[in-house]
């Protein structure tokens, strides 16, 4: 029993290594179109990269605890979404007084907090396990006029919550085919972790982007990034072209892809697990 229960502390703290490396390896991917890298803010006046780093550190009790929770609970089923729901919302304090008050990370403590107990409680199917979590409806959670809810009735788009419940499509189905496509052509890691980014953006109804820039910013955003791909991506010279007009495009619209970047994260945190299974 007590070796056991050593495996399992040991789990959940490699396991909340691996997200806080994810966001880590995410604030310092550059160059990022309009968010914030080792250039700069991006088009943020409140987040800079110490923030972003000490924001993701701040994060790893949070994680730790969520996949605890996931070994002790066992199953998918409504004690772990709520215990989850709890766990996540403590984090976003321990965020926010991190920070000042200001949201770093709120999407990325959705997205990896269902990814880190998906992965304590099923380490081959992730992404099915994530999405079985965030069906499940937490009566706990307060529904606060959010930014994401404001874009939900504005445009109609569902933003976080149907990405996790849809097993997060852009991470399966376009982020991490696009970062393993981009290394077998010898892109270089960074710049394969780029174009990852881009193949997310350029479907993805990110309501960071909806919020600050409407529809125009979203199409902006997509269209452009599938044009540096087809342009042959971050690591040739057009792509390269192509991604510089990108990131003046979506600053001239204080465009963030906050959501892309999260995402991007979970793609990270995922290549990353499949590595040490
Ligand atoms: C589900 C969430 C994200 C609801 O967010 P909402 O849609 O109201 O929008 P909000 O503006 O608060 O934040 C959305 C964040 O998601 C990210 N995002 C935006 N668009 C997308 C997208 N299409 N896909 C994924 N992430 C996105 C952005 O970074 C953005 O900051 C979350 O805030 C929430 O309700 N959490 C509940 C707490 C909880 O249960 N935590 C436990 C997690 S295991
Ligand atoms: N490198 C990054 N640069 C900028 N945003 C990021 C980055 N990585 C992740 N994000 C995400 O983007 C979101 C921040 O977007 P945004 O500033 O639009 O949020 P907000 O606080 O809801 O809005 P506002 O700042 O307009 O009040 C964060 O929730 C975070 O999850």
Not at 30 to 46: E, T, Y
Not at 53 to 82: C, D, T, Y
Not at 189 to 197: F, K, S, T
Request: hydrophobic letters at 45%; charged letters at 20%.
């Amino acid at each position: 029993m007590r070796a056991l229960k050593l495996h399992e502390l040991s789990l959940a703290d490699r396991l909340a290594d691996m997200a806080v490396d994810a966001l880590i390896d995410e604030a310092d991917l550059s160059p990022k179109p309009a968010l914030v890298d080792r250039r700069g803010n991006g088009a943020h006046r409140d987040l800079h990269l110490r923030l972003m780093h000490a924001s993701a550190l701040s994060l790893w009790p949070m994680f730790k605890e969520m996949a605890e929770a996931a070994i002790e609970f066992g199953e998918v089923g409504l004690p772990l979404r709520e215990a989850l729901g709890r766990i996540g919302r403590d984090g976003e304090q321990a965020m926010l007084a991190t920070t000042g008050g200001v949201n770093t990370h709120r999407g990325a403590i959705w997205a990896l907090g269902l990814l880190t107990a998906s992965a304590a409680l099923a380490p081959r199917a992730i992404t099915l396990t994530a999405a079985r979590l965030a069906l499940l409806n937490d009566r706990y959670a307060p529904q606060p006029l959010s930014h994401g809810a404001q874009v939900e009735q504005r445009y109609g788009a569902r933003g976080a919550r149907e990405e996790a419940q849809l097993g997060f499509p852009a991470v399966t189905q376009r982020g991490l085919p696009q970062l393993h496509k981009s290394r077998r052509q010898n892109a270089g890691e960074q710049n394969a972790r780029l174009d990852a980014l881009l193949a997310i953006m350029t479907e993805l109804a990110d309501t960071c982007v909806l919020y600050r820039a409407g529809t125009e910013g979203l199409q902006t955003m997509q269209h452009g990034a599938q044009a540096v791909l087809d342009a042959g991506g971050s690591a040739t010279l057009a792509g390269r072209r192509r991604l510089h007009e990108l990131d003046n495009q979506l600053l001239a619209l204080n465009a963030s892809p906050g959501g892309a970047a999260d995402l991007l994260a979970a793609c990270l945190f995922i290549d990353r697990l499949d590595g040490a299974l």
